[in-house]
C-alpha cells in the first residue's frame, strides 16, 4: 500500500536531514517531525512506522520522479 505524504511531512523532513548533514539538528525540529509523523499515521490509519519509512525512503533516497515533484 502506498502512502501519501504531505508537503509539510517533506519539508520538515528535508529541513531534518539537512540539519543533520550539518551537525545541527535541533531538538525542535526533531520532535516536530515526530509529531507530524504520529499524526499523520493517526489520521490515515497506518502505522507509524510505515508512514516513517516512507518519509525517510522519500527525503534521504528519493526516486527519480520525486525529485521533480
Known sequence: ????????LIEWETQA????????????T???????VVAHA???GQRRIDVEAALKRRVRHPEPDDEAK
Not at 500500500?1 to 509539510?8: F, G, H, K, P, S
Not at 536531514?17 to 525542535?28: K, P
Not at 526533531?30 to 507530524?36: G, I, M, N
Open 1 to 8: 500500500m502506498a502512502i501519501d505524504l504531505t508537503d509539510e
Open 17 to 28: 536531514w539537512s540539519e543533520m548533514h550539518a551537525g545541527t539538528l535541533s531538538v525542535e
Open 30 to 36: 526533531a520532535q516536530k517531525v515526530h509529531e507530524l
Open 42 to 44: 493517526a489520521a490515515t
